[in-house]
């Protein structure tokens, strides 16, 4: 079933995942199905089971889908938020390489000017960047609780975030027992009201005690 798994995805993804994965591990193959129907999804599995993409290639391939039409505009799609501001850093290194890397395929397969950005904003983000990322939004926004909540009490950043889809909570288990997790959770209310449509919301974590709860 695991191979199975990708052949949901646009070809361009399908051969990049296999020039650089031996195949989808079972956290990404249990995940992508329900993901790329739009429901909420819940992943708790060990580090290195390949929690990221088992959350953002679904994402990631909507984007390709969009940008192979030409009908990918500048706006934020995706919002992945993790409560620790090295690891946003992390992620978004960890994307934007990947992203690469599938543009370069898709030209390769005949598809020019693919574009998926990434940027990261957090307290550490230098003014110039966040105002560049203000007039062009990324597609996928990495950022910290404190940042999201941020963004959305000013004007422009409710502009960049009207569009959102998808919101990718990391490290789940480290804001689900306090007052930051609460806050978290106002703030992603007020972004699907902002939206004005459910969004699709899904949790990471290696670490989920006790997961009903979570």
């Known amino acids: 079933k695991r191979p199975m798994a990708l052949t949901l995805f ?3 993804i399908q ?3 296999g020039s650089r994965f031996a195949g989808p591990t079972d956290p990404q193959a249990r995940a992508w199905p329900a993901i790329r129907k739009g429901e909420h999804v ?3 599995a060990p580090t290195g089971s390949g929690k990221t993409f088992a959350a953002f290639l679904a994402a990631i391939d909507s984007l390709l889908r969009q940008a192979a039409k030409g009908d990918l505009p500048d706006e934020t799609q995706v919002v992945y938020v993790s409560p620790l501001k090295a690891l946003s850093n992390d992620i978004q290194k960890n994307l934007a390489e990947p992203l690469e890397e599938i543009a370069a395929a ?3 397969q005949g598809l020019s000017g693919i574009e998926i950005r990434t940027l990261v904003r957090t307290g550490d983000t230098p003014q110039a960047d966040r105002a560049a990322m203000i007039r062009r939004p990324p597609h ?3 950022t910290t609780p404190e940042s999201l909540y941020l963004l959305l009490t000013a004007v422009r950043g409710r502009n960049m975030l009207k569009n959102v889809r998808t919101v990718i909570v990391d ?7 306090d007052k930051r997790g609460s806050h978290l959770s106002l703030t992603l209310e007020r972004l699907a009201a ?3 449509k ?3 919301r899904i949790g990471l974590s290696a670490t989920q005690k006790p997961i009903e709860e979570i």
Not at 171 to 177: D, F, P, S, Y
């Open 10 to 12: 646009h070809p361009v």
């Open 15 to 17: 051969r990049w995942f």
């Open 42 to 44: 819940l992943i708790a």
């Open 106 to 108: 898709a030209h390769e």
């Open 140 to 142: 996928i926004l990495v």
């Open 171 to 177: 490290e789940i288990h480290a804001v689900a027992r």
């Open 194 to 196: 902002l939206t004005g």
């Open 198 to 200: 459910p969004l699709q």
